[in-house]
């Protein structure tokens, strides 16, 4: 029987369509700042030394380092055929054996529960120093996989200061993406809930590109508001978020990768780099919610209303911060990247990872799809519109090869949760107030004011 240290192991390599498809997401948001036009060179070469100098997170490979020769290739592949040519080949050694020996799994794991603070390289040196007959055997990936196959993670610290303020240069140049716990709704179904609060928004303005109400905070709920926001506004260049799971999700990294924006996340469990989110909340809760919490009834169509009056007010207010109006500040905006209606649709649409039959037939959610039999026996991407499953977009490798109309159609949408939708005088009075004013903003807006009584003075 063989030593259990010269064991060997062999490990599948998981390289399909899916994994492919978020590694080009991945590549897009670390290269998104050099593609960025609106960026002096200067700025994009202080970014790309940056970049070489450090290690950079990989969603299942660790820590890497990334050279310049990888960037320039990178960037001259998303030019030349966008997302798409981001999309790594599929690896020549899939289902090959790659070995390593199982007792350095279990050391491992030992030496990082000593320390969590050990990442693999560290691992590897250690392994290496205790059995010299590892060394050239222990791989950075195949054991980090098998680490975090273990339930292993590095413990990463969280920074401590310096911190520095900051402010986007000029309009939509930066987002911030946060939610705030709202008032009590009540739905249709007669069900109350604790409504949640969207905002997006602009960093250099203060502007909100878009602030909606939501009975829950899902995934759908913040792409449904970043869609609309991108839909006015046209795509930001960046966007700022926190480490929540629906803002880490891999669709919406996707999605912002499609449309050609650059996510960044802020520091775990430090909010002070989310301060104008926080201020601007601020100002919410206490000239808005506060009133609307004296409401006895209040449905999430009524919410939305009011938030949509007092966002007026809002913009036409100076900001003690910037000295100016957000309207207009956000005003100065240059040239939109305005997105074609079809690609926005296109960029939030939901994917899995599905087989193709050997007659050509996708099983997805208890319907049946069928395409073109040249893709039977394969596994694709497919997208989809959760409110809509009578079709869905079959990817492989980053592109659209086909439409797939369902043939039977036993379920029209996806399930999943339902989204939504004490009385005072006073809060009522500023309320309507606040809905006035609205109105008669617009309708100076619109030209829908009545001159005739100067006119006839004239």
């Known amino acids: 029987m063989n030593d259990p240290d010269t064991i060997l192991k062999k490990v599948l390599v998981l390289d399909g369509p899916q994994r492919r498809l978020m590694e080009a997401g991945w590549r897009f948001q670390l290269i998104g700042p050099l593609l960025d036009e609106g960026h002096s060179e200067e700025r994009k070469t202080k970014y790309r030394e940056d970049v070489l100098q450090r290690t950079h997170e990989h969603p299942w490979r ?68 205790e059995k010299p007959e590892w060394k050239g055997l222990l791989k950075r990936s195949t054991l980090d996989r098998h680490l975090r196959a273990r339930g292993s993670v590095r413990d990463r610290r969280t920074p401590t200061g310096p911190f520095h303020s900051f402010e986007a240069s000029e309009p939509c140049d930066l987002w911030q993406g946060d939610t705030l716990v709202g008032p009590v709704v009540k739905l249709g179904d007669g069900q109350s809930v604790r409504s949640k609060v969207v905002c997006w928004l602009d960093d250099h303005s203060r502007y ?15 792409e449904d508001s970043l869609r609309r926001a991108v839909a006015k506004h046209g795509a930001p260049r960046k966007i700022f978020v926190d480490n929540a799971k629906t803002y880490s999700s891999k669709s919406l990294e996707l999605a912002c990768s499609q449309l050609g924006i650059v996510k960044a996340h802020s520091t775990p469990h430090y909010p002070v780099s989310r301060g104008k989110q926080e201020r601007f909340f601020g100002t919410l809760r206490q000239q808005l919610i506060q009133e609307l919490e004296n409401m006895v009834t209040l449905s999430l169509d009524e919410l939305n209303r009011h938030l949509t009056n007092w966002l007026d007010l809002y913009h036409c207010t100076v900001h003690s911060g910037t000295k100016e109006a957000p309207a207009e500040r956000f005003g100065r905006l240059k040239p939109r990247r305005l997105m074609p209606p079809d690609l926005l649709a296109e960029a939030f649409l939901q994917w899995d990872l599905r087989a193709i ?35 869905i977009y079959v990817w492989k490798d980053g592109k659209k090869l086909a439409v797939a109309g369902a043939s039977n159609l036993v379920h029209r949408s996806r399930p999943g949760p339902k989204r939504a939708q004490t009385h005072t005088d006073a809060a009522q009075q500023y309320l309507d107030w606040l809905e006035q004013r609205h109105r008669e903003r617009r309708a100076q807006e619109l030209n829908l004011i009545d001159y005739t009584r100067t006119q006839e003075e004239e």
């Open 357 to 391: 039959s050997s007659i050509g037939e996708i099983k997805f959610n208890g319907n049946t799809y069928r395409v073109d039999p040249a893709l039977a026996c394969s596994r694709a991407v497919i997208r989809f519109d959760a409110d809509d499953l009578s079709r």
């Open 62 to 129: 660790g820590s890497i380092s990334v050279a310049g020769r990888t960037l320039r290739r990178w960037c001259l592949a998303y030019r030349t055929k966008g997302l798409p040519g981001l999309v790594p080949a599929p690896r020549k050694d899939t289902g090959e054996a790659i070995r390593i020996p199982l007792a350095s799994v279990e050391r491992a794991l030992k030496l990082r529960e000593e320390d969590g603070r050990r990442g693999v390289p560290q691992l590897i040196r250690l392994l290496e120093a």
């Open 208 to 222: 909100a590109c878009h602030l909606q109400a939501y009975a829950d905070e899902t995934l759908a709920a913040i």
